[in-house]
């Protein structure tokens, strides 16, 4: 905990002391005058990750996913996603060459800079104990409140707080929190790559590598099994549990600029991309219009706004995760064909790309 910056600062003043009354402290005087501020769950879990992290080089192995295929520098990866001419890129001299160089730098601009890495914590909580409870006390304060009033009165009301047990004690509870990391990755990072180019097993050794925290997402979710159900416990389960973690993704791309994807335009009339329900689309969010370039100066990569539009409420994919197979209510358009995209305002041509407002 000292490591990661907690229990160093000690509160010693009354307006410090005030400032912290929200968080969790542990004092160090009978009277309370001096005391030190505690890390809360969450801020726990952060610290014990970070040691994963740091323990099984993590950086180094997203880093190796890159560059490395059975044990040597292999650069296809980054041909197939950022579309290089293997010519300009060679495996065995690229750092020798100037539009490899290039090339390289612009890959580690738009690729392997935005690699990302979660971590997710869940828990199962059974409804019925805290229905029940809730119900108990519910029915203690009603009691006092009808105290003296007519006893058919009495009977209705506790009636009505079974009614709504009976309704809220089913299935459990579903509660996650991620952590979002992303990969630190510059020029010097490029150079360390570099350095040991001609000894890849060395890069998986080297501690020039790291990952930053960008943000954490909390969420809950309901889990019920109702009668006449067509899936599975498991597979109920097994849903619940994906789009609540699909749920955190939308929020953390929604607030953290830097994690929000570019997605391409599907079709230019109408205007289409293939992104949806799973990413937290409702209708009437506004996505830039981004167009690819290059900086005349540098050689790299740039993108330019040319337009803004918003989610068509008419057509909105849902490309969510369905447990056993197709949805209960498959989507169709208006020509009677599945849906496999969300409709936008206006018009866009082929190859802009999309990346929504926040």
């Known amino acids: 905990m000292l ?7 000690t509160l010693k003043t009354e307006l410090q002391l005030l400032k912290a009354s929200i968080k969790p402290v542990r004092y160090l005087n009978n009277e309370q005058t001096m005391a030190v501020v505690l890390p809360n769950e969450n801020d726990e879990y952060r610290v014990k990750i970070e040691k994963v992290i740091k323990e099984k080089k993590l950086a180094n192995q997203l880093v190796e996913s890159w560059f490395i295929k059975d044990g040597k520098f292999d650069l296809g990866l980054i041909f197939d996603r950022g579309s290089y001419n293997a010519s300009q890129i060679d495996a065995g001299n690229a750092k ?8 390289l730098q612009d890959a580690g601009k738009e690729l392997i800079s935005n690699t990302f890495t979660t971590f997710t914590k869940l828990k199962f909580v059974e409804n019925e104990p805290i229905a029940r409870a809730i119900r108990d006390a519910a029915k203690v304060a009603t009691a006092k409140q009808l105290a003296g009033k007519p006893q058919f009165l009495i009977d209705k009301a506790m009636q009505l707080l079974d009614k709504v047990y009976e309704k809220t004690k089913e299935g459990y509870s ?65 849903l619940a549990l994906v789009r609540n973690v699909d749920n955190a993704f939308a929020k953390l791309q929604k607030e953290n600029d830097v994690f929000k994807p570019r997605i391409p335009v599907l079709t230019g009339k109408p205007l289409t991309a293939q992104i949806g329900m799973k990413e937290g689309l409702k209708g ?21 706004k040319v337009g803004t539009v918003k989610v068509s409420k008419k057509q909105i994919w849902d490309n969510r995760y369905n447990a056993g197979g197709k949805p209960e209510n498959e989507q169709l358009d208006k020509d009677g064909n599945p849906v496999n995209a969300t409709l936008f305002s206006g018009k866009a041509e082929l190859g802009l790309l999309l990346k929504q407002v926040k």
Do not use: C, H
């Not at 490591?3 to 600062?9: E, M, N």
């Not at 020798?96 to 090339?103: E, F, I, L, T």
């Not at 000894?199 to 309901?222: G, I």
């Open 96 to 103: 020798d060459q100037v539009k490899g160089n290039a090339s």
């Open 284 to 304: 009437g969010e506004k996505f830039d219009l981004l167009e690819l370039g290059q900086d005349s100066k540098t050689g790299l990569s740039v993108y330019k």
């Open 3 to 9: 490591d990661a910056g907690f229990l160093k600062d």
């Open 174 to 238: 579903l509660y996650s929190n991620t952590w979002l990391y992303k990969l630190n990755w510059n020029d010097d990072s490029l150079n360390s790559v570099y350095d040991i180019w001609d000894t890849p097993s060395e890069l998986a050794k080297s501690d020039k590598f790291s990952l930053e925290f960008v943000n954490f997402q909390s969420n809950m979710s309901l889990v019920t099994f109702s009668l006449g159900e067509t899936r599975t416990q498991e597979q109920i389960i097994d």
